[in-house]
T-cell receptor, first 113, second 114 residues
Framework: DGGITQSPKYLFRKEGQNVTLSCEQN?????MYWYRQDPGQGLRLIYY???????QKGDIAEGYSVSREKKESFPLTVTSAQKNPTAFYLC????????????FGPGTRLLVL | GNSVTQMEGPVTLSEEAFLTINCTYT??????LFWYVQYPGEGLQLLLK?????DKGSNKGFEATYRKETTSFHLEKGSVQVSDSAVYFC?????????????FGKGTHLIIQP
């Protein structure tokens, strides 16, 4: 079955530690996105990528980094510079320029120890 | 910039009641409008969409009409079920087809009691 997988489902981060969230899709989509979800805040865009080896900052990119070395993978690193990382992180993908067919993964919940 | 405003929750209704969740937007040009649904612990699923003024999106008994004159896209359902309990997000994409991602409202938590 085609879809988007995110791992792990839960992730714990210690102070000063970088952690990486995985996002993989087998839908052959060109575009991939990372959103952060906080209670009562809706979803906010962190980074997006329209093509391999290229990505752009979204509205809240500070403290995060991404890479897009393969079409099917778009990992997100939460760095130690992100002072409030506790949130639900959602990855999405779509065919290039057709965001209304955007598909979401099941999400990763990041908690700080 | 673009923005989406939707009614605060939680919204609590009895089974078979009529549902309306209000959504208004601010955007330049002619955005596409969406409703997404999120069940507990899961990602978002597209519920319905409308891409131009006066279009009506519909799915699973839910409907929403793109009203450019009132910049609104209210979600309605005639008879809700317990299984409709979820968080509902209104969203828009800009006139470039949303290449920069979607703009979401804060979400409305819907609780349906038997």
């Amino acid at each position: 079955d085609g879809g988007i997988t995110q791992s792990p489902k839960y992730l714990f981060r210690k102070e000063g530690q970088n952690v990486t969230l995985s996002c993989e899709q087998n839908l052959n989509h060109d575009a991939m996105y990372w959103y952060r979800q906080d209670p009562g805040q809706g979803l906010r865009l962190i980074y997006y990528s329209q093509i391999v080896n290229d990505f752009q900052k979204g509205d809240i990119a500070e403290g995060y980094s991404v890479s897009r070395e393969k079409k099917e993978s778009f990992p997100l690193t939460v760095t130690s510079a992100q002072k409030n990382p506790t949130a639900f992180y959602l990855c999405a993908s779509s065919p290039a320029g057709i965001v209304e067919t955007q598909y979401f993964g099941p999400g990763t919940r990041l908690l700080v120890l | 910039g673009n923005s989406v405003t939707q009614m605060e929750g939680p919204v609590t209704l009895s089974e078979e009641a009529f549902l309306t969740i209000n959504c208004t937007y601010t955007a330049t040009g002619y955005p596409s409008l969406f409703w997404y649904v999120q069940y507990p612990g899961e990602g978002l699923q597209l519920l319905l969409k409308a891409t131009k003024a006066d279009d009506k999106g519909s799915n699973k008994g839910f409907e929403a009409t793109y009203r450019k004159e009132t910049t609104s896209f209210h979600l309605e359902k005639g008879s809700v079920q317990v299984s409709d309990s979820a968080v509902y997000f209104c969203a828009l994409s800009d006139q470039r087809g949303g290449a920069d991602g979607l703009t979401f409202g804060k979400g409305t938590h819907l609780i349906i009691q038997p």
